[in-house]
């Protein structure tokens, strides 16, 4: 008996976030519906979800800003229901909306956030080198681009060193080249800590996390790791030619399974390998004096799976 006790406390030290049955209901609206999962330490994971679909609910009942309506939670094995402070000091979290005092300058505000957190000057420095700040420290917030913003978010959120961070929907609104600087910046912050973020978009997952949970109408649909979703993936190829091709013609590729017309000249071929068959794809265009007008590869499991499963 002992043993099981001694197993179960060790398997619980190791999960940075642990989730059981959490339900939360706003007046007349059921937001949650008996939500469980868990976190070891290390691991980045999206929560992906339609709008609406209870991501930033589950948010900040997990960072102790508000309270299920049932169910239990531990963040860094402290319990949000009698542990919420010592929850919030092990939390970095980054909300959704990233409220900031615009007229404050990057360092003032990042100093201001870190008396909070009875933080040292130097840490203050740590941040703002960790984060890419340094060139703007001096500036004015309302100066800044939303990209720039959302690192002083991080930042603040880094500040007291916290080993989980929450990050909801850090990547909404921010252009393409902002997008893949951030996305950088989180995957370099989580080779040291945990991180639980939430997105509506399944590009955001495959390109930051090692496991997806989607959710749907308040309710887990699914949770897998990514590496094991692509080994099972099929391997979709969408090229446009210059061209009309036979489908029937393109069925000659080796592994393919399916061939199909989008519109235009555009098809999505499907191929049960993992092989990168974009080479065969170019030598095949080459062979037959056809013009690759664009290639893409696509990771249609993850985009059916999250379509399949919200709709
Ligand atoms: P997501 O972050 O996935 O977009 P939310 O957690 O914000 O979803 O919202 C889940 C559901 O709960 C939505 O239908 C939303 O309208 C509702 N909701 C969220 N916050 C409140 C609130 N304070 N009062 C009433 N309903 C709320």
């Not at 840490?123 to 800044?144: A, F, M, Y």
């Not at 990209?147 to 991080?154: F, T």
């Not at 909801?168 to 989180?186: A, F, K, M, S, V």
């Not at 959710?215 to 080994?231: P, S």
Request: proline fraction near 4%.
């Amino acid at each position: 008996m002992y043993f099981w006790y001694l197993l179960e406390f060790l398997f619980y030290d190791t999960m940075s976030i642990a989730v059981s049955k959490i339900t939360k209901v706003y007046a007349d609206q059921k937001a949650l519906n008996d939500i469980s999962f868990e976190i070891p330490q290390g691991e980045i994971v999206g929560f992906l979800g339609p709008n609406g679909a209870g991501k930033s609910t589950l948010m900040k009942i997990l960072t102790a800003y508000i309270e299920p309506s049932g169910g239990n939670a531990t963040v860094n094995g402290y319990d949000i229901h009698t542990d919420p402070i010592a929850v919030q000091k092990s939390v970095g979290y980054l909300p959704e909306h990233n409220p900031l005092y615009l007229d404050m300058y990057v360092r003032e505000y990042l100093a201001f956030n870190a008396q909070i957190h009875h933080v040292s000057k130097q840490r203050i420095d740590e941040v703002i080198s960790l984060t890419g700040l340094t060139p703007e420290s001096h500036k004015k917030i309302n100066q800044l681009s939303k990209g720039y913003r959302q690192r002083i978010g991080l930042a603040c959120a880094l500040l007291h060193d916290p080993a989980v961070l929450i990050l909801d929907e850090p990547t909404t609104g921010l252009d393409p080249n902002q997008l893949l600087e951030i996305r950088e910046l989180i995957k370099t912050i989580g080779k040291e800590k945990t991180i639980f973020l939430s997105t509506h978009i399944m590009q955001e997952v495959e390109a930051m996390c090692d496991r997806v949970i989607i959710i749907n109408k308040g309710t887990i649909v699914a949770d897998e790791q990514l590496n094991e979703m692509m080994e099972q993936t099929d391997q979709v190829i969408e090229v446009e030619f210059d061209y009309r091709v036979e489908e029937a013609f393109l069925y000659k590729f080796e592994h393919i399974k399916s061939v199909k017309n989008i519109h235009g000249f555009i098809y999505h071929l499907t191929f049960d390998t993992t092989t990168d068959m974009r080479p065969a794809v170019f030598d095949f265009a080459h062979d037959h004096e056809l013009k690759i007008l664009q290639l893409a590869r696509k990771n249609r499991n993850l985009e059916s799976l999250f379509r399949q499963l919200t709709q």
